[in-house]
């Protein structure tokens, strides 16, 4: 499968994540909710990784993939805290159109520090979704 059906599939995975999520968090402290979460995805990761007879390569990572990956993580943990509360608090049919301002900021923050080459067509995609997303939060 290339990049593009991946891309796709993690689109239809989040949109359930944000459904089950809401339901999830109905009647409990977002905080224990994401800790919950969490725990399932550690624990689904590693069988998947142990599965694939990946966890062995483990022993090659390099120090600034150790750095990246901790730092990505600790942004994915404050990320889906702050998801949850807002599901908790708020529609999920208007917490998701802003969590998906994400998107927006990784064509910013990938020019930024990627040095990738952003074409107009993107900055246009960009801009839409930006649109629609405020569009759909004061709908």
Same mark, same amino acid.
């Given at each position: 499968m290339n990049w593009v059906l991946w891309s796709l599939l993690s689109a239809i995975f989040a949109a359930a994540t %944000?459904? $089950? !999520? +809401?339901?999830?968090v109905a009647h409990i402290d977002s905080n224990l909710a994401t800790a919950i979460r969490t725990t #399932?995805?550690?624990? =689904?990761a590693w069988t998947i990784a142990i599965a694939l007879g990946k966890h062995g390569e483990i022993r090659? #990572?390099?120090?600034? !993939?150790w750095l990246f990956l901790t730092l990505s993580g600790l942004a994915t943990g404050l990320s889906w805290l702050c998801y949850f509360r807002a599901l908790q608090l708020g529609p999920a049919s208007r917490v998701a159109p802003i969590d998906k301002l994400s998107v927006v900021l990784v064509i910013i923050f %990938?020019?930024? =520090?990627? +040095?990738?080459? /952003?074409?107009? $067509? !993107? /900055?246009a995609g960009g801009f839409m979704i930006a649109a629609g997303a405020v569009a759909m939060v004061f709908a």
């Open positions: %944000a459904i $089950l !999520a +809401k339901i999830g #399932v995805v550690v624990v =689904f090659q #990572v390099d120090n600034q !993939a %990938a020019a930024i =520090f990627l +040095k990738e080459k /952003i074409s107009p $067509l !993107a /900055i």
